[in-house]
């Protein structure tokens, strides 16, 4: 027997070093060729690493959340064979308020299995769906007598984790006993590592807010004449071009008002006190997906049909949904939409993308009661929230900005004129 060992790889673009994000093996695993040994987290996206071998997992070079140097040891596993390594390096035990790798069966599971693990309400999933998990997980389920298919993932994709089979049984027992007592004093805590891509947002979020000097501006737009348009062109075209949401629309007085104003399509690189105004208008779509919130990139968003940008922006925001967007698809935005769709509330303070000049927020629609010509008529109304870097973008540019893209969408047939 030898033991092979897996270096941090070198995954490109001029990364020194990455998260180690999560395991989803431990000590004493046997593992297979390509099964996913570890999630690491780079500064734009989540990367597998998977086996290249066969074996037993004997050492594992880091714990979650621990930043490693690209070349540096991550796994140690014993193969058939010589291997490719002489010396193996002490396994790390996993942290003990965060226990991401070992997993605990719980005695309870043993003893009342049942009530355990039927007082939590099931996920949806179709009863012949294979949710995504590793070996260990599966078995962990099995000899807990969890049925995989109803418990909720927080890995990448969706991939079901240890912690993710405890908090199932943990929560299960505690709806068993809150259901008999719903006015029970609760002393309960949960501690979750601020880890992976949660970390990265938020260095991300606190980086920009220290950084740029934000300010936001705030206009209504009446998009009745926009709606009626998408209603009529989904009824039309929906069943073979596809249906339109309202973002490609935005996306389309985007690309036409930065025409008026190229400095908002811009990057600003503070530390060369360099500004770089582009041509090309690639729109981040902020997603949320189940790691955290990503932004995916709608690259030449002023060459792109209506259809065609609602198509990529589709395309893209299921990638990031489902772990799968490359980290190209995730760089290289020149500005921001971002939406909750119909939690946007009344009006928020986006955050901006740095090293981006502008993003541009958009609410949720509510009929509101207007004067039109003295007659009180029901419009379909939104606000647009949007922020921008005040170092590189007036304010009254950032206000015509906006005006401008309030006249093509409350004109929606403008959008389409050249």
Not at 16 to 21: M, R, T
Not at 44 to 61: C, E, Q, R, T
Not at 119 to 127: F, I, L, S
Not at 375 to 394: A, E, G, T, W
């Amino acid at each position: 027997m030898g033991t092979h060992v897996i270096k941090m790889p070198d995954i490109g673009e001029g990364i020194a070093e990455v998260e180690l994000s999560v395991w989803h093996v431990k000590v004493g695993d046997m593992v297979v060729e390509d099964q996913v040994l570890a999630d690491v987290m780079t500064d734009k996206a989540m990367v597998d690493i998977p086996s290249p071998v066969h074996g037993k997992v004997i050492a594992l070079g880091g714990e979650p959340g621990e930043v490693m140097a690209v070349g540096s040891i991550l796994i140690s596993i014993e193969v058939e064979g010589a291997g490719n390594a002489k010396d193996v390096p002490v396994a790390k035990e996993a942290p003990k308020a965060a226990p991401v790798v070992e997993a605990k069966p719980a005695p309870v599971v043993e003893s009342k299995p049942a009530p355990v693990v039927t007082a939590q309400a099931p996920v949806a999933r179709e009863a012949d769906e294979r949710p995504l998990a590793s070996p260990a997980v599966r078995k962990h389920a099995l000899d807990a007598g969890i049925q995989l298919r109803l418990v909720q993932g927080s890995g990448p994709a969706g991939r079901i984790l240890h912690e993710d089979l405890d908090a199932y049984l943990q929560q299960g027992a505690s709806k068993a006993s809150t259901a008999a007592n719903p006015y029970a004093e609760r002393n309960d805590e949960e501690q979750i590592p601020v880890i992976g891509m949660r970390r990265k947002i938020a260095q991300r979020m606190q980086d920009a807010t220290r950084r740029a000097a934000h300010f936001s501006y705030v206009e209504e737009i009446d998009v009745t004449a926009l709606d009626e348009l998408r209603v009529h062109l989904n009824e039309k075209h929906g069943a073979t071009r596809g249906k339109l949401t309202l973002l490609p629309f935005i996306v389309r007085a985007m690309v036409v008002a930065l025409r008026e104003f190229p400095q908002i399509n811009a990057r600003y690189d503070d530390e060369a006190q360099v500004i770089t105004r582009l041509g090309a208008v690639h729109v981040g779509v902020a997603t949320q997906s189940d790691v955290g919130l990503m932004v995916p990139v709608v690259r030449h968003a002023e060459a792109r049909s209506l259809w065609g940008n609602a198509e990529e922006i589709a395309r893209l925001a299921s990638a990031a949904r489902n772990g799968k967007a490359s980290r190209d698809e995730l760089s290289g935005s020149t500005i921001t939409l971002t939406s909750l769709g119909a939690l946007g509330g009344i009006v928020s303070t986006p955050v901006l993308n740095l090293p981006e000049v502008a993003i541009v927020g958009v609410n949720r629609i509510v009929e509101r009661p207007m004067v039109i010509k003295g007659q009180i008529v029901i419009r379909k109304m939104m606000n647009l929230s949007s922020s921008f870097d005040h170092r590189v973008v007036d304010g009254m540019d950032a206000a015509q900005f906006i005006q401008a893209i309030r006249g093509l969408l409350e004109q929606p047939a403008s959008l389409f004129l050249e």
